[in-house]
């Protein structure tokens, strides 16, 4: 029988240029090819679009509910599937929010843990067309009815499970251009890749404690360190042969009196 090879792990920050939540000896070590894919899904939505909104949330299992390995990814993979399938329905008019309807792309991403009490729940994010939803919603309490995405993701899990879901981060609405909020959003979302928690990091365990959307890259350079650099062209003035002036921001235009 041939010898399963462990995933590769990562021990400092920052790693790709950006920082990410390590702490060796809280366990927090991250699994490599789960913070690629992290990574990747990310970058994939930012290629097709220019804002992409994602939050990240918490999935809960009931006292009472039977948990087995394939019982508990069965039912996190059944549910980003059904969300998927509804966030991408076409409605010209649609009965529920314009939010919830005629999306094309959406990225997710999920892993599974066991907690002091012994019972398995999923760390999660989702990633949307910034232009179509810009708010994360909230579950149904005992005051208020559900609301948005989150709501939606809750009902349908409650369906799946008779679980929960709490919100974990309001969400963040990401830009090519705003490498400040990528970089809050990448480390807070490489806590969900870390081996604390999780089952020991064998080829085969890891594959059923993590899972993932399948977008492809449409480019072979970050979109965020793509759009950092941006060229100067230099335009010759009409008025002046020696006065260049620069397209971008960086350089201000010479004004000059007209008298």
């Known amino acids: 029988?041939?010898?399963?090879?462990?995933?590769?792990?990562?021990?400092?920050?920052?790693?790709?240029?950006?920082?990410v939540n390590v702490e060796v000896d809280d366990g927090r070590i991250i699994f490599k090819p789960i913070i690629d894919n992290t990574f990747r899904q990310l970058e994939s939505m930012l290629d097709r679009h220019c804002r992409v909104f994602t939050f990240r949330f918490d999935l809960h299992l009931p006292?009472?509910?039977?948990?087995t390995n394939n019982r508990d990814t069965e039912s996190v993979s059944v549910l980003f599937n059904q969300i998927t399938a509804y966030l991408k329905k076409k409605a010209k008019n649609p009965r529920v929010g314009k939010s919830l309807r005629n999306h094309v792309n959406i990225a997710y991403q999920w892993?599974?843990?066991?907690?002091?009490?012994?019972?398995?729940?999923?760390?999660c994010?989702?990633?949307?067309?910034?232009?179509?939803?810009?708010?994360?919603?909230?579950?149904?309490?005992?005051?208020?009815?559900q609301s948005g995405?989150?709501?939606?993701?809750?009902?349908?899990?409650?369906?799946?499970?008779?679980?929960?879901?709490?919100v974990v981060d309001p969400g963040r609405m990401l830009t090519r251009k705003d490498r400040k909020i990528y970089e809050q959003c990448i480390y807070h979302y490489s806590y969900i890749t870390k081996i604390k928690d999780k089952y020991h990091p064998t080829a085969a365990r890891y594959s059923r404690n993590h899972g993932c959307s399948h977008l492809s890259r449409q480019s072979t350079t970050h979109p965020i360190l793509e759009a950092?650099?941006?060229?100067?062209?230099?335009?010759?003035?009409?008025?002046?042969?020696?006065?260049?002036?620069?397209t971008n921001n960086r350089i201000k235009p010479r004004i000059r009196d007209v008298i």
């Open 1 to 19: 029988m041939t010898k399963q090879k462990k995933p590769e792990m990562i021990y400092k920050s920052p790693y790709k240029e950006f920082d």
């Open 63 to 67: 006292g009472s509910y039977y948990s």
């Open 111 to 123: 892993t599974k843990e066991k907690g002091n009490n012994n019972k398995n729940h999923f760390h």
């Open 125 to 145: 994010w989702i990633a949307v067309d910034g232009n179509i939803n810009y708010k994360t919603g909230w579950p149904k309490t005992p005051t208020k009815e």
């Open 149 to 166: 995405l989150a709501g939606l993701i809750a009902q349908q899990w409650e369906k799946l499970t008779v679980g929960s879901l709490d």
């Open 228 to 246: 950092q650099i941006q060229p100067i062209t230099t335009i010759i003035s009409p008025h002046n042969s020696r006065s260049p002036i620069a």
